[in-house]
C-alpha cells in the first residue's frame, strides 16, 4: 500500500520548511514567490490530496459566503438548490462559514435589481448566484469581478461574465427535449399550448430563453408543424390563473398538449384535476411537489428532472475548497437531465448523488 504523501515529505522534496507547505495549503500567504511555485509543483507532482474536514478544524478564518436566488417555497425548485447548499455545509461543518441569503421575487426584474445592489456592496469571501434575469446578473458579475470577490452561477450560467464556476442542465437541450416529448404524443394536427410567466419588468428569464429555443430549433429541424398557442400566467396574481386557463381553452379549441418550460407545471395539472380535464398531454419541468403529485395523478405525462440538490451542493462544496485551498477549478459543470413517468418517480430517490 502507498504511504501517505505528510507535509513533511513536501517540504523536504520543494526544499522549503514544513510551515511554508502549511501556509501555502491554508492560503495563509507570508511566502516567497519561489517557495510557492517549488510547492505547487511537488503537489502536482505527487498527486497531493489534502484532508479537508482534518485541515479545516486547524484553520481559525471565518468564511462569509453570500447566497442570492430566487424566493424560496417549500416544495419549489429553489428549496431544492438550498437544500444541496445546507448538505454541502454539512459536510464541512469543521469550516467556519458565514451564510448570508439575499432572496428576490423571480417575476420582478426591479426586485432582482434591488438586491443585486445590496450583493455588489458586501463584504463577502464569495457569492452563488442564482441567476435569473440576464443583464441584471450581468451587471452584477462586473461589479463582483472589479472587487475581485470570486463568484458562482447556480441554474445557468451567462455570456459576458466570468464566473469561478457554474453548475446548471442544459437548457437549450431541455427545451429541445421537451418538444420531442409533447410532439410524440399529442395528434399531429393539434396545437400545443406553451405557458408563458408574466414579468414585471418585461424581461424572460435567461432558462426560459434558452429553453424556448431548444424547443422551436426541434420543431424546425424536424418539420413539425403543430401551431404553439401562447397561455399567459401572471405569476403575481396567482388567483387569476383559473380565470386565464379557462378563457384559453375557450378561444383554443384544438390544444392537443400543453408545456410548461419553469416549475410551474403543477398549477395547470391541478386545474386539470379540478375540472376533470384527461384528453390533454401535459410535459413539465422540475421535480417540485405540486409537479410530482401532477405526476402521480396522471395529469402530467412526463417530468424532466434537473437536479438541483446537487447544483446547490457543488456550488458550495466548490466555494469552500477552493476558499481553503485555492485549488484549481472547473468553470462547465452540466447536471443530468431525467425525464420521468407515473410509473418511474416512485424509484427516484433525492440527493442520490451523495451515497
Known amino acids: 500500500m502507498q504511504r501517505k504523501i505528510r507535509i513533511k515529505d513536501i517540504a523536504e522534496m520543494a526544499g522549503v520548511s514544513a510551515g511554508t507547505v502549511d501556509r501555502i495549503l491554508h492560503n495563509r500567504g507570508n511566502v516567497s514567490e519561489s517557495a510557492r511555485i517549488a510547492v505547487e509543483e511537488v503537489l502536482k507532482k505527487v498527486h497531493y490530496k489534502p484532508n479537508i474536514h482534518i485541515s479545516g478544524l486547524s484553520l481559525k478564518r471565518k468564511y462569509k459566503v453570500a447566497i442570492t436566488t430566487p424566493n424560496v417555497m417549500e416544495g419549489e425548485y429553489w428549496e431544492s438548490i438550498h437544500s444541496g447548499i445546507s448538505h454541502a455545509l454539512e459536510e464541512f461543518e469543521n469550516i467556519r462559514i458565514q451564510c448570508l441569503v439575499y432572496t428576490y421575487n423571480q417575476y420582478d426584474i426591479y426586485s432582482c435589481r434591488e438586491v443585486y445592489d445590496q450583493i455588489a456592496q458586501l463584504d463577502a469571501d464569495a457569492i452563488i448566484i442564482g441567476t435569473t434575469f440576464k443583464e441584471e446578473t450581468v451587471r452584477l458579475s462586473r461589479r463582483l469581478d472589479e472587487r475581485e470577490i470570486p463568484y458562482v452561477f447556480v441554474d445557468s450560467t451567462l455570456e459576458n461574465t466570468a464566473p469561478l464556476a457554474f453548475f446548471t442542465s442544459d437548457h437549450y437541450i431541455c427545451g429541445y427535449l421537451v418538444a420531442k416529448l409533447i410532439t410524440?404524443?399529442?395528434?399531429?394536427?393539434?396545437?400545443?399550448?406553451?405557458?408563458?410567466?408574466?414579468?414585471?419588468?418585461?424581461?424572460?428569464?435567461?432558462?426560459?430563453?434558452?429553453?424556448?429555443?431548444?424547443?422551436?430549433?426541434?420543431?424546425?429541424?424536424?418539420?413539425?408543424?403543430?401551431?404553439?398557442?401562447?397561455?399567459?400566467?401572471?405569476?403575481?396574481?396567482?388567483?387569476?390563473?383559473?380565470?386565464?386557463?379557462?378563457?384559453?381553452?375557450?378561444?383554443?379549441?384544438?390544444?392537443?398538449?400543453?408545456?410548461?418550460?419553469?416549475?410551474?407545471?403543477?398549477?395547470?395539472?391541478?386545474?386539470?384535476?379540478?375540472?376533470?380535464?384527461?384528453?390533454?398531454?401535459?410535459?413539465?419541468?422540475?421535480?417540485?411537489?405540486?409537479?410530482?403529485?401532477?405526476?402521480?395523478?396522471?395529469?402530467?405525462?412526463?417530468?424532466?428532472?434537473?437536479?438541483?440538490?446537487?447544483?446547490?451542493?457543488?456550488?458550495?462544496?466548490?466555494?469552500?475548497?477552493?476558499?481553503?485551498?485555492?485549488?484549481?477549478?472547473?468553470?462547465?459543470?452540466?447536471?443530468?437531465?431525467?425525464?420521468?413517468?407515473?410509473?418511474?418517480?416512485?424509484?427516484?430517490?433525492?440527493?442520490?448523488?451523495?451515497?
Do not use: W
Open 184 to 355: 410524440s404524443i399529442i395528434p399531429s394536427g393539434s396545437d400545443i399550448g406553451m405557458l408563458q410567466a408574466v414579468r414585471i419588468g418585461d424581461e424572460s428569464a435567461n432558462t426560459s430563453i434558452l429553453r424556448k429555443q431548444g424547443f422551436n430549433d426541434y420543431l424546425t429541424e424536424k418539420s413539425i408543424t403543430n401551431s404553439v398557442q401562447k397561455i399567459p400566467f401572471t405569476a403575481m396574481e396567482p388567483e387569476r390563473f383559473d380565470e386565464q386557463l379557462a378563457h384559453f381553452f375557450q378561444t383554443h379549441h384544438n390544444i392537443g398538449g400543453i408545456v410548461v418550460l419553469n416549475s410551474r407545471g403543477g398549477i395547470v395539472a391541478d386545474y386539470f384535476a379540478r375540472n376533470e380535464i384527461n384528453d390533454i398531454r401535459l410535459v413539465c419541468l422540475d421535480l417540485t411537489a405540486p409537479n410530482v403529485r401532477g405526476l402521480k395523478n396522471g395529469y402530467i405525462d412526463f417530468l424532466i428532472g434537473q437536479e438541483p440538490e446537487h447544483q446547490g451542493f457543488l456550488a458550495m462544496k466548490t466555494l469552500i475548497e477552493y476558499l481553503i485551498y485555492r485549488k484549481p477549478v472547473k468553470v462547465e459543470n452540466y447536471t443530468q437531465l431525467d425525464i420521468l413517468t407515473r410509473e418511474t418517480i416512485g424509484y427516484y430517490n433525492q440527493f442520490n448523488f451523495m451515497s
